[in-house]
């Protein structure tokens, strides 16, 4: 490689890595993983709260922009507008839903800006599972992405899939011929 082009290289290659746009957050010094696992724990407390207590500002304050909720019905794919649109009737009301976390799992990424979870949460659909990522925002956890699941004992699953048999087949098809 001639010394011009060497030169192009190293110009392209500096201009390249000086255009990341990504700004991470440090994690303030001397948090252990246990005090951010708290953290993570009392934001989705909150969360949860924020939803049985129909506090529609607090409940959305506490996700990214661009946080994703992800419904206990296969077409619910709520990126974060939608999902208020969706959910501002019901906090409208006094009442959206309500969760309490029965057990909780908190997992930390090795630089502490990412983490994720599950949890085992009484509702009014009674047992269900919550999943999802929590990202570190300006020395705040907010919830990027949620998955709700309704959680189905062994035993009865047959008798779900007999359920929802027609739904599922009809909703596959539709899917299938969109692509």
Not at 51 to 56: D, G, I, R, W
Not at 64 to 88: C, H, L, M, P, Y
Not at 111 to 135: H, P, V, Y
Not at 152 to 171: A, T
Request: hydrophobic share 40%.
């Amino acid at each position: 490689m001639n010394v011009v082009k060497r030169i192009l290289f190293l110009v392209f290659i500096g201009v390249f890595f000086s255009c990341k746009t990504e700004v991470k957050v440090k994690v303030e010094e001397g948090k252990s993983s246990e005090v951010l696992k708290g953290e993570i724990d009392a934001t989705l407390t909150n969360w949860h709260k924020a939803a049985a207590e129909a506090n529609f500002e607090a409940y959305f304050n506490l996700m990214t922009k661009d946080g994703v909720f992800i419904g206990t019905d296969a077409t619910e794919n709520w990126q974060n507008e939608d999902f208020r649109a969706f959910s501002k009737p019901y906090f409208d009301k006094g009442k959206a839903w309500s969760f309490t976390a029965l057990e909780r799992n908190v997992y930390l990424s090795e630089d502490k800006n990412l983490a994720w979870f599950d949890e085992l949460l009484d509702t009014q659909m009674k047992l269900c599972r919550g999943s999802g990522i929590m990202k570190l925002e300006n020395n705040e956890w907010k919830i990027a992405h949620y998955v709700l699941s309704i959680a189905i004992p062994n035993e009865n699953v047959n008798e779900v899939i007999e359920i929802k048999k027609e739904f599922d087949n009809e909703l596959a098809r539709t899917l299938l011929n969109k692509g």
